[in-house]
């Protein structure tokens, strides 16, 4: 049984295939820096869309989606510089983060920090074809959220001074299930945006 590997070649993501992507020179630097601020701005007002939860000091958002979305459109460069962006913002005082919030002590702070590796993870995995099939794009989420998980738990820990299974009972569990619909919900979004485009390879 042959199982068709991912490509390793670096390939086009959604935001090269945009008008003006062919452009050379000064003209990529400056689409470049509007598609940073653009994905920062993305992430940042999706992440507003928020409910808490009244066992758990991290509330339930969009901003994970959004994260995903924007590392899958910009490739892992510019998703990961769009994440800088907004964190450097949230840190000088812009509220940029879940409910209009800002600053860094915060228990939830290090899902914030855990986006960077995520949007560059789901960057990396589209440049060589992630994000082309239902399968390979559910599987990239999981993959880029599980980042998230990796740097926000630990930080919440420290925060609220627990151990590792009340960290999971607060800061994993209570989110599975809505992590699982956010990489349903790209996996048809982003292959379904390629066929829109008629990009196929």
């Given at each position: 049984?042959?199982?068709?590997a991912?490509?390793?070649?670096?390939?086009?993501?959604?935001?090269?295939?945009?008008?003006?992507?062919?452009?050379?020179?000064?003209?990529?630097?400056a689409?470049?820096?509007?598609?940073?601020?653009?994905?920062?701005?993305?992430?940042?007002?999706?992440?507003?869309?928020?409910?808490?939860?009244?066992?758990?000091p991290?509330?339930l958002?969009?901003g994970?989606?959004?994260v995903?979305?924007v590392?899958?459109?910009?490739?892992?460069?510019?998703?990961?510089?769009?994440?800088?962006?907004?964190?450097?913002?949230?840190?000088?005082?812009?509220?940029?983060?879940?409910?209009?919030?800002?600053?860094?002590?915060?228990?939830?702070?290090?899902?914030v920090?855990?986006?960077?590796?995520?949007?560059a993870?789901?960057?990396?995995?589209?440049?060589?074809?992630?994000?082309?099939?239902?399968?390979?794009?559910?599987?990239?989420?999981?993959?880029a959220?599980?980042?998230?998980?990796a740097?926000?738990?630990?930080?919440?820990?420290?925060?609220?001074?627990?151990?590792l299974?009340?960290?999971?009972?607060?800061?994993v569990?209570?989110?599975?299930?809505?992590?699982?619909?956010?990489?349903?919900?790209?996996?048809?979004?982003l292959?379904?945006?390629?066929?829109l485009?008629?990009?196929?390879?």
């Amino acid at each position: 049984m042959t199982v068709a590997a991912v490509p390793t070649s670096p390939r086009r993501v959604l935001a090269d295939v945009l008008p003006g992507a062919a452009r050379a020179g000064a003209g990529v630097h400056a689409r470049d820096v509007v598609l940073v601020a653009g994905g920062a701005a993305f992430v940042a007002a999706v992440g507003q869309a928020v409910i808490p939860l009244p066992f758990t000091p991290v509330p339930l958002t969009l901003g994970t989606f959004a994260v995903l979305l924007v590392g899958a459109a910009l490739g892992p460069a510019r998703g990961a510089l769009s994440i800088a962006v907004l964190v450097l913002a949230g840190v000088a005082g812009v509220p940029v983060f879940a409910d209009g919030s800002s600053g860094w002590a915060f228990a939830s702070f290090g899902y914030v920090l855990g986006y960077l590796p995520a949007a560059a993870c789901l960057g990396w995995l589209a440049r060589r074809g992630g994000d082309r099939s239902a399968w390979r794009t559910g599987a990239a989420a999981v993959a880029a959220t599980a980042l998230v998980y990796a740097v926000g738990l630990p930080w919440l820990m420290a925060y609220l001074g627990v151990g590792l299974a009340e960290g999971l009972a607060l800061g994993v569990t209570p989110f599975l299930v809505g992590d699982v619909l956010k990489a349903v919900a790209a996996a048809l979004l982003l292959p379904g945006t390629w066929r829109l485009l008629g990009e196929r390879r």
